[in-house]
């Protein structure tokens, strides 16, 4: 299925062609029937071209961004009687702005008036637009002359359009809700992408809801891909939706308020809008604040020289704050629209999630930097920017994750640009040796504070950054490999070896360590070298006293008491009770019920 919207001034026979080509009626409203004016979307289809109807009426601009928003084509239409008309330029520049480039041009009422001269008009009118060169044909839709030619044209346009990807994430703007008895609340919307399929899951204003039901050119179905018209039946909090809300795939989307964009203004409109905007994408109208980027000059203030992509105008970029959170992408197309001067903007979402702009001079370097963005999701391009985030983000950016760029740095959900993760690496090492330096004694430095040094934000990545270094991990701390102890402390543990070479389980006492000037302080820095073990306040044996510990048990009954290991281990009951309560806690040795213990074997 393709989806294409009407285009063109009020009165101009859209929604006569639509009948003529569909055998529907376009106008749902019995007073749009009455007028003969179409004031709100409507929806008709034949084999599997669907049609949106929208209102040419210039009150209603709003409901025909909503209809034109969603869709990758129009049928613009111009009477051979009345030729360009004040609407019809106005759609062309909406058109234009949303970057359409696909289309076909009807002259209508072609039985009334020589169709020439509208064409030419309009051939003029679309030069350096989007539309610039689109097929046209004549046609009346009371006579039914030129049908069969508009029939081929819209057919060989639609086989041109590109086929979306049916796993892409939805997002499917409404434009149209109502409610079914005994069904709930249904709402309808051009699905450009993606697979929507009954018992999904969607979200929507924060509400998650079920897909209850699925239909599509009137028929009932259990999934539907895009480009399609879809009409979901959903449960759940839906009481609240409107034209404007969207159904998302949950997780992968990031709703945001603020953004950066490229301006592109059509025709005679002044480069930049006013402070105060109307944000339209899809079928969304939110009230916007924009703040220029770029240096005020009088090619800014001055008027457009293009109705097209605005390609090479200067335009220039700009910080919009949105009303509402809407969920965007990088290469969205949206356009902002003055309610005042009815001037229509064209904007490509350069970045969903802007830096602050904070510093004098802010704006200025911000533009700099999307000067060179392109609207494209580049993976590699993001990294370098934000130096590091989470992969489903930069996905719900619009970056795509797929292929990681080489060189890309990969630590569980996060993914780091690999100059700055070279930076951080050298950084850590820097930070490591200088407590070292610093504070021999205590020369570790502690994990969450690596992790505020570097700017991280999950200490994980710290663990991945040190990894290469060959740091040493010891209690949440990292210190440098072969960290050597001070000269006085070396001494004084070189004598304690010396002793526990013949004595391995002699604890000195707090007379004798005070003596070789071995303090808290300095027994932790032996300890965190990996010389010793502190089994308890002035308990201190050798780092590998455990081990040779249970080598020492093992030749002792299969059960046996404390006074027995006191004796095997030739120690005292002040060394010999915490050695064992720690082999307890580590699990080498259990206690029995009666007071004695067990060495535990291997399962």
């Given at each position: 299925?393709?989806?294409?919207?009407?285009?063109?001034?009020?009165?101009?026979?859209?929604?006569?062609?639509?009948?003529?080509?569909?055998?529907?009626?376009?106008?749902?409203?019995?007073?749009?029937?009455?007028?003969?004016?179409?004031?709100?979307l409507g929806?008709?289809?034949?084999?599997?071209?669907?049609?949106?109807?929208?209102?040419?009426?210039?009150?209603?601009?709003?409901?025909?961004?909503?209809?034109?928003?969603?869709?990758?084509?129009?049928?613009?239409?111009?009477?051979?009687?009345?030729?360009?008309?004040?609407?019809?330029?106005?759609?062309?520049?909406?058109?234009?702005?949303?970057?359409?480039?696909?289309?076909?041009?009807?002259?209508?009422?072609?039985?009334l008036a020589?169709?020439?001269?509208?064409?030419?008009?309009?051939?003029?009118?679309?030069?350096?637009?989007?539309?610039?060169?689109?097929?046209?044909?004549?046609?009346?839709?009371?006579?039914?002359?030129?049908?069969?030619?508009?029939?081929?044209?819209?057919?060989?346009?639609?086989?041109?359009?590109?086929?979306?990807?049916?796993?892409?994430?939805?997002?499917?703007?409404?434009?149209?809700?109502?409610?079914?008895?005994?069904?709930?609340?249904?709402?309808?919307?051009?699905?450009?992408?993606?697979?929507?399929?009954?018992?999904?899951?969607?979200?929507?204003?924060?509400?998650?809801?079920?897909?209850?039901?699925l239909?599509?050119?009137?028929?009932?179905?259990?999934?539907?891909?895009?480009?399609?018209?879809?009409?979901v039946?959903?449960?759940?909090?839906?009481?609240?939706?409107?034209?404007?809300?969207?159904?998302?795939?949950?997780?992968?989307?990031?709703?945001?308020?603020?953004?950066?964009?490229?301006?592109?203004?059509?025709?005679?409109?002044?480069?930049?809008?006013?402070?105060?905007?109307?944000?339209?994408?899809?079928?969304?109208?939110?009230?916007?604040?924009?703040?220029?980027?770029?240096?005020?000059?009088?090619?800014?203030?001055?008027?457009?020289?293009?109705?097209?992509?605005?390609?090479?105008?200067?335009?220039?970029?700009?910080?919009?704050?949105?009303?509402?959170?809407?969920?965007?992408?990088?290469?969205?197309?949206?356009l902002?629209?003055?309610?005042?001067?009815?001037?229509?903007?064209?904007?490509?979402?350069?970045?969903?999630?802007?830096?602050?702009?904070?510093?004098?001079?802010?704006?200025?370097?911000?533009?700099?930097?999307?000067?060179a963005?392109?609207?494209?999701?580049?993976?590699?391009?993001?990294?370098?920017?934000?130096?590091?985030?989470?992969?489903?983000?930069?996905?719900?950016?619009?970056?795509?994750?797929?292929?990681?760029?080489?060189?890309?740095?990969?630590?569980?959900?996060?993914?780091?640009?690999?100059?700055?993760?070279?930076?951080?690496?050298?950084?850590?090492?820097?930070?490591?040796?200088?407590?070292?330096?610093?504070?021999?004694?205590?020369?570790?430095?502690?994990?969450?504070?690596?992790?505020?040094?570097?700017?991280?934000?999950?200490?994980?990545?710290?663990?991945?950054?040190?990894?290469?270094?060959?740091?040493?991990?010891?209690?949440?701390?990292?210190?440098p490999?072969?960290?050597?102890?001070?000269?006085?402390?070396?001494?004084?543990?070189?004598?304690l070896?010396?002793?526990?070479?013949?004595?391995?389980?002699?604890?000195?006492?707090?007379?004798?360590?005070?003596?070789?000037?071995?303090?808290?302080?300095?027994?932790?820095?032996?300890?965190?070298?990996?010389?010793?073990?502190?089994?308890a306040?002035?308990?201190?044996?050798?780092?590998?006293?455990?081990?040779?510990?249970?080598?020492?048990?093992a030749?002792?009954?299969?059960?046996?008491?404390?006074a027995?290991?006191?004796?095997?281990?030739?120690?005292?009951?002040?060394?010999?009770?915490?050695?064992?309560?720690?082999?307890?806690?580590?699990?080498?040795?259990?206690?029995?019920?009666?007071?004695?213990?067990?060495?535990?074997?291997?399962?």
């Open positions: 299925m393709r989806v294409i919207a009407t285009a063109g001034h009020v009165d101009h026979g859209k929604s006569t062609l639509l009948r003529a080509l569909t055998g529907m009626e376009p106008d749902r409203w019995e007073e749009e029937r009455r007028r003969g004016l179409t004031i709100d929806f008709v289809w034949t084999g599997d071209l669907a049609f949106v109807d929208v209102p040419g009426h210039e009150r209603f601009l709003t409901n025909m961004l909503a209809g034109v928003g969603p869709v990758p084509a129009v049928l613009f239409v111009v009477a051979a009687d009345e030729g360009w008309r004040v609407q019809s330029q106005e759609h062309l520049d909406a058109v234009a702005a949303l970057g359409i480039t696909r289309g076909v041009l009807a002259i209508t009422r072609a039985d020589d169709p020439g001269a509208a064409l030419a008009e309009a051939r003029a009118r679309m030069e350096g637009t989007t539309l610039e060169g689109i097929p046209a044909v004549a046609v009346s839709g009371r006579t039914g002359s030129g049908l069969p030619e508009l029939r081929a044209a819209l057919a060989a346009m639609a086989a041109a359009l590109p086929d979306p990807d049916p796993g892409s994430d939805v997002r499917l703007w409404i434009d149209r809700v109502f409610t079914i008895a005994g069904r709930g609340t249904v709402v309808t919307g051009t699905l450009g992408a993606g697979t929507l399929a009954t018992g999904d899951t969607v979200q929507a204003g924060g509400e998650t809801l079920r897909v209850r039901g239909h599509s050119l009137g028929q009932a179905c259990d999934e539907i891909a895009g480009p399609a018209r879809v009409a039946n959903v449960r759940g909090a839906a009481d609240g939706l409107r034209r404007g809300d969207v159904l998302v795939t949950p997780g992968r989307w990031l709703p945001t308020t603020v953004l950066d964009v490229r301006l592109s203004p059509p025709g005679d409109v002044p480069r930049r809008p006013p402070r105060q905007v109307v944000w339209h994408i899809g079928s969304a109208a939110v009230p916007a604040t924009v703040r220029p980027l770029t240096t005020g000059t009088a090619a800014d203030t001055g008027a457009g020289t293009g109705a097209g992509t605005g390609a090479g105008t200067g335009a220039g970029t700009a910080r919009i704050v949105l009303a509402e959170a809407l969920p965007l992408r990088i290469g969205d197309r949206a902002l629209r003055d309610p005042g001067s009815r001037h229509l903007w064209g904007a490509t979402v350069l970045d969903v999630r802007p830096p602050e702009l904070r510093r004098r001079g802010a704006a200025g370097r911000r533009a700099a930097e999307l000067a963005m392109d609207g494209r999701g580049d993976l590699a391009a993001e990294l370098r920017r934000r130096c590091l985030a989470r992969r489903a983000d930069l996905a719900a950016m619009g970056a795509p994750t797929d292929d990681l760029p080489e060189g890309t740095v990969a630590v569980g959900e996060w993914l780091a640009d690999p100059a700055s993760w070279a930076a951080w690496r050298d950084r850590l090492a820097a930070l490591v040796q200088a407590r070292a330096v610093r504070d021999p004694l205590d020369p570790g430095l502690p994990l969450e504070a690596a992790r505020q040094a570097l700017g991280l934000p999950d200490r994980t990545l710290v663990d991945a950054l040190a990894a290469p270094l060959r740091l040493r991990r010891e209690r949440g701390r990292l210190l490999p072969g960290a050597a102890l001070p000269p006085a402390t070396e001494r004084a543990v070189r004598a070896e010396a002793g526990w070479a013949a004595e391995p389980f002699a604890a000195p006492d707090s007379e004798r360590l005070a003596a070789l000037g071995l303090d808290a302080r300095a027994l932790a820095a032996a300890e965190s070298a990996g010389r010793l073990t502190r089994l306040p002035g308990v201190v044996l050798p780092a590998d006293a455990a081990g040779r510990a249970v080598a020492v048990l030749t002792l009954p299969r059960r046996f008491t404390t027995q290991a006191r004796q095997a281990l030739g120690t005292s009951r002040r060394v010999a009770i915490p050695l064992l309560e720690s082999l307890d806690a580590a699990g080498v040795t259990r206690r029995a019920t009666d007071g004695e213990r067990e060495l535990v074997g291997p399962d």
